[in-house]
């Protein structure tokens, strides 16, 4: 090991995930595995005392889990944090908006090795405070407190401006206002943003939670639309009609959810 190693914690209260976790950190240079913690309660002692750079974080874990170890972690000892979680709707629904990493269980070992390296990199360009304040806003989503970098509906919720993509080994953002509208694929769902297309993994009830119903749609169970992209309406078979976009594109409005749209005036 050499001074620039990365020092790297690992908190996971399943043995069995500790050691892949340990076993794929040793096939990847310039790190240093200073220890394991197996409860959310030695996490946080173990990250106060030994100061390390990355921590490699399972999201549930019984009594204390990653987001409350977090809470208690001093704002001075904040490391770079890659979640660890087994459930896809954790991942999608917070880190990605906040552009913090994670793994999904069971952890691939190249996705593994692309966030430790993304980690890496991040650890030399990001301050402790920088750290701290984007772990803050996530933090505040999971209690239920609008994140500060939201705009607020008029209901005192806030909505993502923009959400980011990881795509071909990318990662930038998309604005909401630019989405013409969104569909249902597999563990994905994908957004159509005029001629393009992205994925975003995610599911189509979350992505419709957190946007502005003003503004958005949900027309079938497979398809949510931007209203500002709807060109017209028309009447089609046993009481369902069909959404025409500006740009063509023609998407079936379901009867379960024709009632959304004559309340918006729609229909």
Known sequence: MTAADM???????EPVARQRLRRLLSEIEGVQLIGECKNGRDAVAKITEDRPDLVLLDVQMPMMDGFAVL???????????????????HATAAFDVHALDYVVKPVEAERFRVAVERARR???????????????????????????????????????????????GRRFFVAVADIDWIEAYGNYVRLHVG??????RTTMSHVESSLDPSQFGRIHRSSIVNLLAVREIQPWFSGEH??????????????????????QGML
């Open 242 to 263: 069909i959404v025409i976009l500006k740009d063509g594109t023609k998407l079936k409005l379901s009867r379960n959810y024709r009632d959304r749209f004559q309340e």
């Open 122 to 168: 991040q650890l030399s360009i990001e301050s402790t405070v920088e750290r701290h304040q984007r772990l803050i806003e996530l933090l505040r989503e999971q209690s239920g407190d609008p994140p500060a970098t939201s705009v607020p509906a008029t209901n005192g919720t806030r909505r993502p401006q923009r959400l980011l993509i990881n795509e071909d």
């Open 195 to 200: 001629a393009k297309t992205h994925l975003l």
């Open 7 to 13: 020092r790297v914690l690992i908190v996971d209260d």
């Open 71 to 89: 809470r208690s972690v001093p704002e001075d000892a904040m490391p770079i944090v890659i979640f660890v979680t087994a459930f896809d709707e």
